[in-house]
């Protein structure tokens, strides 16, 4: 059986050592606020130059590089939608950065992946709709994996953890 764990903790992404943590980017993938300024600051000024290499990514896309000063091994940095009212394929677009990003963390034999909150801070996008898309990804997707074994939700502010507890529960 490919039994896979989902935690989901109330907390600071820059101090998970999961072998990946997930960045929730912008396209130019060259910092910005929020968890993406907290990364970069905890990262050290080498993740920047390692994402200037990148050329940016598309919404919906994800990009890995190492994670220097940090404690995990891996950023991968993942742009979600800015939020525009729910018909411009927001839904599909989080749903893929979700999905590119786990694709990469199986891709590069990551057991342990941490993800912030995508798109429900700056980019505005309700939380409990992203919430509800991430859950119905993962049942789809985690059959699939192949390294990751632990998926771990580190919410930053209550709301996103009670919605996430609903969610996935607290086993
Ligand atoms: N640990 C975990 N989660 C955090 C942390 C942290 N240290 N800091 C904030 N969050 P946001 P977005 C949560 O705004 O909405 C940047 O400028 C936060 O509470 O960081 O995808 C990028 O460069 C929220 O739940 O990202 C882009 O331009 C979640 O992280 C833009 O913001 C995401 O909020 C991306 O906007």
């Not at 059986?1 to 992404?13: A, H, K, Y």
């Not at 729910?86 to 199986?106: M, P, R």
């Not at 919430?131 to 771990?152: G, T």
């Amino acid at each position: 059986m490919n039994s896979i764990s989902i935690e989901v903790i109330l907390g600071d992404l820059t101090k998970q050592n999961t072998d990946a943590i997930v960045n929730a980017a912008n396209k130019s993938l060259l910092g910005g606020g929020g968890v993406d300024g907290a990364i970069h600051r905890a990262a050290g000024p080498q993740l920047l130059e390692a994402c200037k290499k990148l050329n940016g990514c598309e919404t919906g896309d994800a990009k890995i590089t190492k994670a220097f000063d940090l404690p995990s091994k891996y950023v991968i940095h993942a742009v979600g939608p800015v939020w525009r009212g729910g018909n411009s394929h927001e839904a599909d677009l989080l749903a893929n950065a979700y999905k590119t990003s786990l694709k990469l963390a199986d891709e590069n034999q990551c057991i342990s992946i941490a993800f912030p909150n995508i798109s429900t801070g700056i980019y505005g996008f309700p939380k409990e709709k992203a919430a509800a898309v991430v859950a119905d990804l993962m049942k789809n997707l985690l059959p699939k994996l192949s390294f990751v074994k632990r998926i771990v939700f580190v919410c930053f502010d209550e709301e996103n953890f009670e919605i996430y507890q609903r969610e996935f529960g607290n086993e």
